[in-house]
């Protein structure tokens, strides 16, 4: 079966979200886009038994003490990547946010945390205990590089498959 | 049936022994009593033949002009009693159609024949006038086909993609393009253009059912059209007429009315709306001509350059060929007079120069320059002296060197320079021996009278 599914980027400011799919997916937008618009579209097809999933992503612009990510932009989503910087304890207070954020305005949608950067091991901010006690709110939750490309092409299928539970 | 009267019959049966078979036939002939009669009170108040008929054609009218619902919902009803009428007698059919056939061919065929002449017509005038030679040198310099050239020059506008777009998502539900390539990235701009809405939305603080009509970049605009469900995206190129927005509501409307469950409950199963396609090709439209191009286009800075140009150009070559005819007749006519040799002439931009041999009794090149609208300082001349050998000019010189007394007349034959008359012995002995010495007479003979 043919799908198309809206899924959104989230996360603090300079996270790596950007890098997370630039080598993964086919843009025709630059990265000026998040700047003025506040948003960046790209495309990515992921294959679930069956199914050829075309994910539009919505990639919007990283939140900060300036910056506030625009509701409207959240609706008609049907699932998002939460992306933190392991090596900013901030960005893990900004996702929490964020994600109470999400539920608020557009209702509880499947959802994948990424703790990104995790090839810097020695700048690690967020410890190992923080991100158990995360298991506490049941958040699915994987560790990735943009660098590495460690786990980006996992997250999308993951993601995939929870929004196709979801269906 | 009165309900006091049918709960009063049930208590009775119900207060006899409910095992009895007699309570089942009791309940039944109740029950039974009972549809019909409410069923006929239903018919007498709803079914009644008359009043539905009377009804009926109102209500398809209003209905028609209102929307094209209707038709829609009642088509598959039509089509299905066309096909049965057909496949049980044709004739019927046919023998109906016929007075509508014959002039409808013929008048396809005269249509077809003038749109033959008008494109042939088109195509001669676009080929050999300078507007044609113009957008050849246009096509040449961009690389694209002469016809494409031709077509955006006479457009004035084409409906070139249309994108269906499910309101809450974004996603594109079906797309349609004029030219056959398809634009792969559709999918990412229905977003993007979702987008831009949400953005205006936000950051003007518009109401919900406030929506984004219209984009526009030079001569490319984005009209947009709303319905609860779903966006119609029309990128149009030129300047469209504000009635086309009529053709993309009545698109847009006809889309949210044939899948309204299948927007309202969208997964992202966009396979279901590739019947909308059609619907979209509709919207499709263009429309070429030059008159309805905006008069003020034809005084633009480009068009007032080549003007210039072109007039320059016109001005120069008047003067270019004024001035070559007249330097042509000069040399003509120096050519033409005896005692001038022109070896060599050079046409400058501001100054001629001539130069060749001159015969002193020749007449003075420089004084003929006047007449062929010359000043002296426009014409460098160079002659140099040479003694031409015509007669004509050897009498002459030997009258001018001689110098006769008016009682003595020259005159030269085959190179005989003859003297008539009287003069005194002194001069004949002087003239005699001066004319053995120059060029062109070969005896001097003395005729006296």
């Known amino acids: 079966m043919l799908l198309q599914k809206k899924i959104c980027m989230l996360g603090a400011t300079g996270v790596g979200k950007t890098s997370l799919v630039r080598r993964f997916v086919q843009s025709i937008y630059s990265e000026k886009y998040h700047t003025t618009l506040g948003v960046k579209i790209d495309k990515k097809t992921v294959n679930i038994e069956e199914n050829e999933v075309t994910l539009l992503l919505w990639d919007l612009q990283g939140e900060d003490g300036t910056f506030k990510i625009r509701p409207a932009f959240l609706r008609g989503a049907s699932g998002y990547l939460l992306v933190i910087d392991l090596t900013r304890h901030e960005t893990l207070v900004t996702a929490f946010s964020i994600q109470k ?18 090839d810097l091991t020695e700048d690690f901010e967020i410890t190992d205990e923080e991100i158990v006690d995360l298991a506490q709110y049941d958040w699915k939750i994987l560790r990735s590089s943009a660098k590495d490309g460690e786990n980006v092409e996992e997250a999308f299928q993951v993601l995939t498959k929870e929004m196709l539970k979801a269906i | 049936m009165p309900s006091g009267t049918l709960q009063k019959e049930t208590a009775e049966v119900s207060s006899e022994n409910g095992e009895n078979p007699q309570f089942y ?6 029950l039974e009593k009972t549809n019909a009669d409410a069923l006929s009170e239903i018919r007498k108040i709803l079914v009644q033949p008359e009043e539905v008929g009377e009804v009926l054609p109102s209500a398809f009218q209003k209905s028609s002009k209102s929307d094209k619902k209707l038709a829609e919902a009642t088509l598959p009803i039509v089509e299905e009693n066309i096909r049965q009428s057909v496949q049980r007698d044709p004739k019927i059919l046919a023998e ?14 005269a249509e077809a024949l003038g749109a033959m002449v008008q494109s042939l017509n088109q195509t001669l005038e676009q080929s050999v006038s300078p507007k044609g030679l113009r957008w050849r040198i246009e096509a040449w310099q961009t690389g694209k086909p002469f016809g494409e050239i031709v077509m955006l020059n006479t457009l004035l506008y084409r409906v070139e993609q249309i ?26 701009v229905s977003a993007m253009l979702t987008a831009i809405q949400d953005f205006v939305h936000d950051s003007f603080n518009e109401s919900e059912d406030a929506t984004l009509d219209a984009l526009r970049v030079r001569d490319l605009s984005v009209w947009v059209e709303h319905s609860p469900d779903a966006i119609l995206a029309a990128v149009i190129r030129g300047n469209a007429p504000l009635t086309l927005r009529k053709t993309f509501i009545e698109a847009i409307e006809r889309v949210q009315f044939q899948y309204e469950n299948e927007l309202d409950n969208f997964r992202g199963e966009t396979k279901t709306f590739e019947p909308s396609k059609p619907i979209l090709q509709e919207c499709l439209q263009m429309q070429v001509g030059e008159e309805g191009k905006p008069k ?17 150009f016109i001005i120069g070559g008047f003067f270019f060929v004024r001035d070559y005819r007249r330097w042509s007749n000069y040399l003509e006519r120096l050519d033409s007079e005896p005692g001038i040799v022109v070896t060599e002439t050079k046409r400058g931009f501001f100054r001629h120069e001539v130069e060749g041999l001159r015969d002193e009794m020749a007449v003075n090149p420089e004084t003929l320059l006047a007449e062929y609208g010359y000043e002296p300082s426009n014409v460098k001349s160079n002659w140099k002296g040479y003694q031409d050998l015509s007669p004509q000019f050897v009498l002459e010189r030997a009258k001018k060197i001689l110098n006769p007394p008016p009682t003595a007349q020259l005159s030269l034959e085959d190179g005989v320079l003859i003297v008539r008359g009287t003069a005194e012995n002194s001069w004949y002995l002087e003239a005699r021996n001066i004319a053995k010495g120059m060029a062109g007479i070969s005896k001097f003979k003395v ?3």
């Open chain 2, 25 to 30: 036939s009791k309940t039944e002939e109740i």
């Open chain 2, 163 to 188: 994108f269906l777009i499910h309101k809450k998502t974004g996603i594109l539900l079906q797309y349609a393009a004029l030219d056959s390539e398809e634009n792969k990235d559709a999918d990412m």
């Open chain 2, 96 to 109: 109906a159609l016929f007075p509508v056939i014959g002039p409808a061919i013929r008048k396809a065929i």
């Open chain 1, 101 to 118: 954020m999400v539920e608020r305005e557009v209702g509880k949608l499947p959802f994948l945390v990424l703790l990104n950067k995790n």
């Open chain 2, 447 to 449: 005729v006296r009278e």
């Open chain 2, 296 to 312: 003020s286009k034809i005084f633009t800075p480009f068009n007032f350059l080549a003007g210039s140009l072109v007039l320059l």
